[in-house]
């Protein structure tokens, strides 16, 4: 484990005085001091000292490109990841201890002429960074003295017949006879740099011509014997793989030169994805494997630790498995569950069920009896039981409000709801029949709902003209009536 270093501690007094009283920025007391800017703000806002915020002016922005030299400097002197530390770390050059401070640093920069664009130079390269030993020079004096040279290659400078300069400085010059890119081009080839910069632009008789790198060849096809083919797929019955590592080629050329002579062999089996709900079906058997032997499984507790299993015939062939499946019925959204959950899984215990029947078996089974029971029908029941039986027409709560109101058991539970909500039945007699407002509302004879049905009743229509008057017609119907 990597253990973070310990921070030095802030000096909130000499932070304080260097903000305060020299007007310095955060920024500026952190280079001083060796901290971050935000550490050093919450530092002097726990001793109750008020923070300036420093906007960014032509100063500031000054003082960031001056820090980018002066960072510069010192990382080709100290840091030996540094690209340029090779030509000056490695070479003894150093810093002055008073530059090592950026604020004098910055002092002797704008006291000698520093303009953006210009870069650091030394007069004397062995003497180090001083104040007497370096002065601001443009960038093609430091071509000119070999200082971007180095690691860069020659895209920066090019050292010929005595004198440093940068390719676009020699393409301009008299002796060069090709332009900037073909003369870093020459030098990447490997020609010396002043036959690069000499030699003519194109080849005569008599000129030695510029080397250029051979084209690779394109390899020779690979010619198959395909009666070497024939007889170790065909006759050999080898496997096409085999086939392709002993003529070492690829398995792809062998397998469509079989297709396309009509040699290919039909697959034995399909796979597992190949199969009707292929997918479905060989996660539901991992799915049962795993509940029986895998105890990671969240129902391995109540199926494999009770000595649960999987019948042989099931246990490591799944094509049996899904044989089985699609011949009792099995579609998309069904689960595989057990009649008895007592013994194992095989075809004659399991069988496909909604999800919601599988909710409804997890549920617990409650062992007390119910509070009391209704009978009917011939059975004794709770009011739940009745709820779930399918001659029962009304709801759980409907039936115990029937049977509250006081409606007889079997009335209760086989008398269809009328109004959605538990009451008597409005019952009508017209044609000759009898029925209840739900059933007439059904009938094609009518023109309107039951609602609409039941409140003709009640302001006295027929029940002829109640069922056969359409919409918006009563009132026409009652005045023909009278």
Known sequence: MKVPRPKPPIDVEEARRLHLAEGLSLVEIGRRLGSRPPSIARALRRTGTRVRRQRATVATERDRRLHITWRSMIGRCTRPTDPLYERYGARG?????????????????LCTGWKPGLSLGLDVPGLGYHPLNC??????????????????GSKWGITAFGETKSANAWAEDPRCTVG????????ARGLSPER???????????????????????????????????????????????????????????????????????RK????????????????????RERCRSPAHPDYPKVGARGIRVVPAWE???????????????????????????????????????????????????????????????????????????????????????????????????????????GPVVWVTAFGETKGAEDWARDPRCRVRATSLRERLRRGMAAEVAITAPPFEASRARARRT
């Open 93 to 109: 050059v150093r810093v002055c201890q008073e530059w090592l401070d950026f604020a004098r640093f910055r002092e002797w920069a």
């Open 135 to 152: 002065s601001w020079i443009t960038r093609s004096q430091n071509i000119e003295r070999g200082i971007l040279d180095g690691p860069r």
């Open 180 to 187: 900037t890119q073909g003369l870093l081009e020459r030098l």
């Open 196 to 266: 690069a910069i000499t030699m003519p632009r194109f080849s005569q008789r008599g000129l030695v011509t510029v080397p250029r790198p051979r084209r690779r060849r394109r390899a020779k096809p690979t010619v198959i014997d395909w009666d070497l083919v024939r007889r170790r797929y065909v006759e050999e019955h080898r496997d096409i793989a085999e086939v392709a590592r002993l003529l070492g080629v690829s398995y792809h050329t062998i397998h469509h030169g079989v297709r396309d002579r009509g040699w290919l062999r039909p």
């Open 269 to 288: 089996s399909a796979t597992w994805m190949q199969l009707l709900h292929g997918r479905a079906l060989r996660k539901a058997w991992q799915s049962m």
């Open 316 to 422: 490591d062939d799944f094509e049996a498995f899904h044989a089985w499946a699609l011949r009792s019925g099995y579609r998309r959204g069904l689960c595989l569950v057990r009649r008895d959950r007592g013994r194992d899984y095989g075809p004659g215990n399991c069988i496909w069920v909604p999800k919601g029947e599988v909710a409804r078996r997890a549920k617990r089974r409650v062992s007390r009896k119910p509070r009391w029971t209704v009978a009917a029908l011939g059975e004794i029941k709770g009011p739940a039981a009745w709820a779930r039986d399918r001659r029962c027409a009304v709801s759980m709560t409907g039936l115990i409000l029937r049977l509250r109101k006081g409606w007889g058991p079997e009335e209760a539970i086989t008398t269809p709801s009328n109004t959605g909500r538990p």
